[in-house]
């Protein structure tokens, strides 16, 4: 699907860019435009990728409908990474969290449409299935634009993933424990009876290429991931560590944070089909030509929600999934 064909990673600077990039570039692309506004972090992941030719770094900011639109200029396919991420800074500064997360979303789709670009998928997060804070609300605020944009007098199709939790990306509660049981001999959790989805990053990747290839445009793909306590999580690393005597400190609930976190709403369950064993789809409320025609074979799903807080992990389980993604 991707040989001989453009492609342009908003935001691709991060962990999922660059697998994102490594898994794209054996699908022997065109190019891959790399659109972000972190000068430091292009020149690393250039090096990473030893100056690949097919790699093309631009500086730029999806707040700025121009640079994009000249990004986007003979692209095929847009993966829209780019947004302010963590819970925190968002509900500091919501305003550039609005900025970033919903008018640059536009911007990408505004962009996209003015390119005639053939597909735009977008990443989000089980932050925006019922936000609790300003940055599932603006998530959940780009889905709905992404969704829309399909309404709209265009070629160009949307799609949204939205997943949970993926390990070892940057600021990475994994990263966050281990340098604490290393560095302060214990380990920070907010409340012991958090749960977070999980899944690997190379996981991720290919159920956003699967997504990218057999959506129809207007869907919102939901991966089907495990989920764990926050605390066993932190115990299987402390074992894996070797040290002893580490301890486990309580530190309250931040601003906006779930005990469970959720991939898919009470709401959205009544219009979400079982696509297969790795995916829900949500159906959106709007109406776009020929999409519930296309799913109306698939079953309705038979939950009421799907949030983090059931069907947990062991101990052994989220020992053996960091072990797969090389992080013990």
């Given at each position: 699907m991707f040989s001989n064909q453009t492609v342009l990673v908003t935001g691709g600077t991060g962990s999922w860019g660059y697998e994102l990039v490594r898994q794209l570039l054996k699908e022997n692309p065109k190019e891959i435009r790399i659109f972000t506004r972190n000068e430091s972090n292009q020149f690393t992941m250039k090096q990473e990728f030893d100056n690949h030719p097919k790699?093309?770094?631009?500086?730029?900011?999806?707040?700025?409908?121009?640079?994009?639109?000249?990004?986007?200029?003979?692209?095929?396919?847009?993966?829209?990474?780019?947004?302010?991420?963590?819970?925190?800074?968002?509900?500091?500064?919501?305003?550039?969290?609005?900025?970033?997360?919903?008018?640059?979303?536009?911007?990408?789709?505004?962009?996209?449409?003015?390119?005639?670009?053939?597909?735009?998928?977008?990443?989000?997060?089980?932050?925006?299935?019922?936000?609790?804070?300003?940055?599932?609300?603006?998530?959940?605020?780009?889905?709905?634009?992404?969704?829309?944009?399909?309404?709209?007098?265009?070629?160009?199709?949307?799609?949204?993933i939205r997943g949970g939790n993926v390990l070892g990306t940057n600021g990475s509660v994994i990263h966050v424990f281990k340098r604490q049981i290393q560095e302060k001999q214990k380990v920070g959790i907010t409340d012991l009876n958090m749960t977070r989805f999980f899944l690997t990053l190379q996981d991720a990747i290919k159920l956003v290429f699967k997504a990218t290839i057999e959506s129809l445009g207007g869907e919102i793909f939901v991966m089907k991931m495990p989920a764990c306590k926050i605390v066993d999580l932190a115990q299987v690393l402390i074992e894996a560590s070797g040290k002893e005597n580490i301890e486990i400190e309580e530190l309250g609930i931040r601003p906006g944070e779930k005990i469970n976190e959720l991939l898919l709403s009470k709401y959205e369950s009544k219009t979400t089909i079982a696509y297969d064993d790795e995916y829900f789809v949500i159906l959106p409320s709007i109406h776009i030509p020929g999409l519930k025609e296309h799913y109306s074979n698939y079953k309705p799903i038979n939950l009421e929600s799907y949030h983090s807080g059931t069907g947990l992990m062991s101990q052994n389980e989220i020992k053996e999934m960091l072990m797969k993604g090389g992080f013990i």
């Open positions: 790699l093309h770094f631009i500086i730029g900011d999806i707040k700025e409908k121009d640079a994009l639109i000249e990004a986007c200029c003979d692209v095929d396919f847009i993966f829209h990474l780019a947004a302010l991420k963590h819970v925190p800074v968002c509900e500091d500064q919501p305003i550039e969290a609005l900025k970033t997360n919903v008018i640059g979303t536009q911007n990408v789709i505004d962009a996209a449409i003015t390119c005639n670009v053939h597909r735009v998928v977008y990443i989000s997060t089980d932050k925006a299935a019922n936000p609790s804070n300003f940055y599932g609300l603006s998530k959940a605020m780009g889905e709905r634009l992404i969704i829309h944009a399909n309404t709209l007098k265009t070629n160009t199709r949307f799609v949204c």
